[in-house]
């Protein structure tokens, strides 16, 4: 399959560093440029936190950082429209056009040779050599946080990508979590049951589009290589590691090789998560590198921990195309749906035109049973603002009788990252049904098209 010329990435080869100099040149004003030295020490993500406090999510390029021999481009997915940008559409266009690209699989290409095979370290290794940060003075140790996990399956070769928190535990090894429990677990389970050690490989920066496939919630079997494949309009360009032949980007900036012991537990974390707490609740996994590959201008491209909108976004974009496409699918009267960032991973806001009595509840209870992370889904009407926390609050306000409006569900499996959870990591859900309804008794205050285009006029002039 060749390349789509018309796909946004398409001049990108599939390799960061042409997507940075491409996206510098065209959305100059969307990217920050940090020339004096910063420290490797908490600092960088303190400048994205002073920022977002502002209102303000460029992409950053630190140049220089104290301790590092390579520049640290962070905080791409923090706009939901630079997310956009990668698919050619508006932000609220990205929900159909993620689903339509990743429906679109693509099996990787293997090619002889790309810019990870720059430098290939084997034998005795040393991961002091990394480029590692600090994101949090509560964090452990410096934490890759973008660090993508990739496993085969020992007998049909299929793979699973996923993001797994990691942190230097000697010279030559990682401590990492395995807690969201997905498919590299089951991978996992049976390398225990067969007494083997599974071979991984760590991806360590690549092309925003590869991250936001690593971060896709497929069945077990399908290969999220594939799934970048469509993202691309074009197959991954993978080569294969040294010792183990996975299969890795071609483009990318940093890999790992190497195995993970199930018989090994070690210590790992806190660190500081998505529900803005530092967690140590782990699986405390071992990673024993053999391999490291590098191109040579390696790029350290970090995801900026906690609960940034970074971090969120990453995370929720394939998981919020998926349950739009799903309820649109069986609700036909669902306008639109978004996971605020103020909810971290757990609430959602859905607009519907409701067609009948109890119809909002069915899609609060469809959402609630869907998707595994969410506590509270909250329902409203198709002309509240679902990206305005303040809309959905004032829909709640006025609109919502506790005593009528409250559907609640005991004891399902919830996120291990959740401090309110139980000690075995179950959940209660709640759907806030802030709908009109029937017999509603208000008529919402309105201004005039004139009205408004004339105090924009005015406004304009001052």
Known sequence: MATDATHPAAA??????????RYRAEHPEDVLVVGAEVSD????????????????????VFERVRGLATPV???????RTRIGRLFGVAPAQIHAAYQACARRRVAPQVVETGPILDSVEQGPIDLATLPLIRHFQTDRA??????????????????????????????????????SRGDLWRLLQIAIERKQPMPVAMVIGAHPLFMLAASARMPFGVDERDVAGGLFGAPLQVVKTPRYGIRVPAHAEIVLEGVIDPAAKVDEGPF?????????RSTNNLLKVETILRRNDAILVDVVGGRSAEHLNLARIPRESEMAEKLRERFPSVTALHYPNSGTHF???????????????QVMLGLLGWDPYLKTVIAVDPDVDVTRDEEVLWALATHF???????????????ALDPSASGVGTTSRMGLDATRGPGFDGIKATLSENAVARAKELLARR
Request: aromatic residues 8%; negative net charge; proline residues 4%.
């Open 41 to 60: 020490d908490q600092e960088i993500t303190a400048v994205v936190a002073e920022l977002a406090a502002e209102g303000r999510d460029p992409m950053l």
């Open 347 to 361: 609430h959602a806001y859905v607009a519907l035109k409701q067609m009948r009595a109890g119809e909002a509840r």
């Open 401 to 415: 009788q506790p005593h009528r409006d409250v559907l609640m569900v005991e004891g399902l499996p919830g996120s």
């Open 12 to 21: 990108d080869g599939q390799d960061f560093h042409r997507f940075l100099d």
């Open 73 to 79: 481009v962070t905080n791409v997915f923090a706009s």
């Open 142 to 179: 410096r934490y890759i946080t973008n660090s993508v996990i990739i496993a085969e399956h020992p007998d049909t070769g299929a793979g699973n990508m996923s993001y797994h928190r990691s942190m230097p535990h000697s010279a030559t090894e990682l401590a990492t979590s395995l807690h």
């Open 272 to 280: 500081g998560e998505f529900t803005g707490y530092s967690s140590d």
